[in-house]
């Protein structure tokens, strides 16, 4: 009896160790910050949906499949780092409140609030929804060096990251593709799978 008596009480010290453990876990995690190299904002740190689901929930399709599902020019920008030509994109001078998604693979990239009116003619950005929703990369090509945007799981052309911009209420300007995005409502967010999303622009 006594021998029983006390593994009981030794399961009910570790089920109760583990709860604490578990506790402090979580809340270090939903507390987690990190500010954006580029910005100098703070923003989420890591890129995971509000709704429990991570990054392995977007997929890139074969580049055979790409084709069939994209435009030629959106294949060109996002599959080999074309530009769609200044004031032609759809997205240049949207207004629209909502979240800028990979046109490759639905992964969340941009937000609304950060778009901001630039006269170079392409869809800008301040920041990335996300510091781990895209990844750049030195581009030394046509004898300039810059700093290419591309999507983290897509690894989609987007466009270019410039400092020192006039017309950025940061300085930071993100200049992307329209090609390379495709715009998700915020009416329509919920519907679409985004609703997790909706505190982001409520907050804005």
């Given at each position: 009896m006594k021998k029983r008596t006390a593994a009981v009480a030794a399961a009910l010290c570790a089920a109760l160790l583990f709860c604490a453990y578990t506790e402090q876990y979580s809340g270090h995690k939903k507390g987690r910050q990190e500010v954006d190299i580029m910005t100098g904002q703070g923003i989420d740190g890591t890129y995971e949906k509000k709704d429990g689901t991570n990054e392995n929930e977007y997929h890139k399709p074969p580049r055979?499949?790409?084709?069939?599902?994209?435009?030629?020019?959106q294949y060109d920008v996002t599959q080999n780092s074309a530009t769609e030509r200044a004031f032609t994109g759809e997205y240049w001078d949207n207004h629209e409140t909502g979240i800028y998604v990979d046109i490759?693979?639905?992964?969340p990239l941009f937000k609304s609030s950060?778009?901001?009116d630039s006269s170079c003619g392409w869809p800008s950005f301040t920041a990335p929804i996300s510091r781990d929703a895209v990844k750049f990369i030195d581009d030394e090509s046509f004898g300039k060096t810059r700093t290419e945007v591309k999507s983290l799981i897509g690894e989609a052309h987007l466009g270019h990251v410039f400092e020192n911009d006039s017309e950025s209420p940061t300085g930071i300007r993100y200049c992307i593709n329209s090609a390379s995005l495709r715009f998700i409502p915020?009416?329509?967010?919920?519907e679409q799978g985004y609703g997790a999303y909706l505190e982001l622009l409520d907050k804005a």
């Open positions: 055979d499949s790409l084709k069939q599902l994209l435009t030629a020019e490759t693979t639905g992964q950060d778009k901001y915020k009416s329509e967010m919920e």
